[in-house]
């Protein structure tokens, strides 16, 4: 630093960029930007430029600036003359852009720079990792963007890669049907990348196809509160299982058992007396509490709820429902990278509303944000502006005024004003407590303020005129609420109420996940499209959603724009 002062451009430049490189060396994160600032990049060499750009998206990375990061990582000049530069720095290039472009929504995007990263590779395994991230990239991609790169894509490979997500999203509910399309595929592309290294869930599917569940018992209440929510579940099942079945597909044989004619325990044994190799089931918790407490379970459960705090202790034992929780989790994780640091939280009063808020602030704060204040409500609240108000502050700012005009004796114009501290608002609620919270909010001066709320906020009917008092709430969508997403046929019947229509969906991602939980398990990180969400393995053995998202235009839930520096600019 010392010698670059008494130096003058280009020189000085060199230099200086050679320091910042030490000082990331010495885990001196604030000196190496120092560094880089004093950088005049606009007269570095290419490969120099290149240095400077990669050094500083890696310090903005490691600081959650992400948005400077895609700045820098942009640069026109730079990527108009990437062939020019050494392997190594194209590759980290592209490896660089891939992921902060996956993080940031632009799917596509992602999936072009990680492709080229491929091609710059010899060594099979580390092909084979980014044909892997490649794949998880289109496994949670909506069908609309998939279906639209096939037709619009100019570049071969590219399109290729498409294509061969489109086959695997048409034949998610059949397994088998997608080895042998796969297979096909790789006939038809054999110089394709990916032919020649397929995605490693792709290559497991051809084992786990040769052993499906034959015989399917679904255990789900026949009487009593929770029928209306088990005949949905049910539905929801057999619609996937005709689908498959309406296209020759090969499926088990299922068999119902009413878990309210006896214990969970006996009902499970006897499923397998019958000759059950797989049991779906059951939805209560106390029912699947039963089953978890038993010493051994010979045939595999996929239980239809979440213990939360209970140990699973079986290997095969997996749980599967609509936790709220996943989609708070998301939410924050999202809201961070959009530069989001302050949140007003608004939730109902209720145990699920407590779940969602204690999810996301575990997220939050453990990222050094800030939730300013919580606001609760009665879901039969009908007036909103008291239980906001006290959020903003705005009697505050007009005390002030009051005090103002007091001291100047003589009247003032004046326009109220709420706090200024608040960057966000984390909103869990129904469409018809949301319709009247979000024009309170604007009415409360914080229209500006961005609103992220739970996949609770859309029940998947169209309303646009009841609905236009959402616009602009961005929320966590279940797939099959937006065509974008799940171009597929299976919908529930719209005179469901609107809080069992997700349970339809459940039914209908529990019957495909029969055949997936052992390649799952088999390979941690694996991602199948459902209509709930993209379904991976967690913890637990819980499966775990993770959901596109929607955004309200014009009283219309549509699929909301990838993350940029519009957004909220760091």
Do not use: C
């Not at 930007?33 to 004093?38: H, M, R, S, T």
């Amino acid at each position: 630093m010392q010698e670059a002062a008494t130096l003058k451009s280009p020189q000085k430049d060199a230099i200086l960029l050679l320091a910042a490189q030490a000082y990331m060396n010495e885990k001196r994160p604030g000196k190496a930007e120092n560094a880089l600032k004093a950088i005049n990049k606009e007269i570095l060499a290419i490969a120099e430029l290149a240095d400077y750009t990669l050094l500083y998206a890696q310090l903005a990375l490691a600081s959650d600036r992400f948005f400077l990061a895609r700045q820098l990582l942009g640069n026109d000049k730079l990527a108009d003359q990437t062939q020019a530069l050494p392997t190594a720095q194209r590759l980290q290039w592209h490896l660089m852009r891939g992921e902060l472009y996956g993080l940031l929504g632009d799917d596509s995007k992602s999936i072009f720079d990680y492709s080229r990263a491929a091609f710059l590779l010899d060594d099979t395994d580390k092909i084979g990792a980014i044909h892997d991230k490649i794949w998880q990239i289109l496994s949670h991609m909506p069908d609309e963007e998939i279906i639209s790169n096939v037709k619009l894509s100019t570049d071969d490979d590219i399109r290729s890669w498409y294509q061969l997500a489109l086959i695997a999203r048409e034949t998610q509910g059949d397994i088998a049907l997608q080895v042998d399309n796969v297979q096909q595929w790789q006939q038809r592309h054999r110089a394709h990348p990916a032919a020649q290294i397929l995605p490693n869930s792709l290559q497991q599917a051809a084992n786990i196809s040769k052993n499906l569940p034959q015989h399917i018992a679904l255990l789900l209440p026949g009487s009593g509160d929770f029928v209306l929510a088990a005949q949905t579940v049910r539905d929801g099942v057999l619609a996937a299982y005709y689908e498959v079945l309406g296209k020759d597909g090969t499926v088990p044989t299922i068999r119902l058992y009413d878990t309210d004619s006896k214990g969970a325990a006996a009902l499970y044994q006897e499923a397998v007396d019958n000759g059950a190799d797989l049991v779906i089931g059951p939805l209560r918790k106390e029912k699947l509490a039963e089953l978890m407490a038993l010493e051994s379970l010979p045939v595999p459960v996929l239980g239809l709820n979440y213990l939360e705090n209970a140990v699973n202790n079986h290997s095969n034992l997996y749980q599967f429902g609509l936790s709220i929780n996943d989609e708070a989790t998301e939410i924050a994780e999202r809201a961070w990278v959009a530069g989001h640091r302050t949140v007003l939280a608004i939730i109902p009063q209720t145990g699920w509303g407590d779940s969602a808020l204690n999810a996301f602030q575990q997220v939050w704060q453990k990222k050094g944000g800030q939730i300013a204040t919580t606001s609760t409500y009665s879901t039969s609240q009908r007036d909103y502006t008291q239980v906001l108000e006290p959020a903003f502050l705005v009697k505050h700012s007009q005390q002030r005024a009051q005090k103002l005009r007091q001291l100047l004796g003589k009247n003032i114009a004046y326009t109220p004003k709420r706090r200024r501290d608040l960057d966000m608002i984390f909103l869990v609620a129904y469409p018809q407590n949301g319709r009247q919270i979000k024009p309170t909010l604007d009415y409360l001066y914080a229209a500006d303020l961005p609103v992220y709320a739970t996949s609770h906020i859309y029940d998947g009917v169209a309303r646009p005129a009841q609905n236009s008092d959402l616009d602009g709430i961005t929320f966590s969508a279940m797939p099959w609420t937006i065509k974008a997403f799940s171009s597929g046929s299976i919908r529930p019947r719209k005179d469901l109420p609107g809080n069992y229509r997700n349970l339809f969906a459940m039914g209908t991602d529990a019957y495909r996940l029969h055949q997936w939980l052992e390649l799952l398990k088999t390979l941690p990180g694996t991602e199948i499209h459902g209509y709930t969400g993209s379904l991976s393995l967690g913890a637990n053995n819980q499966i775990v959603r993770k959901q596109p998202w929607g955004i309200f235009r014009n009283g219309v839930a549509v699929p909301a724009p990838a993350l940029t520096a519009g957004n909220r600019l760091q």
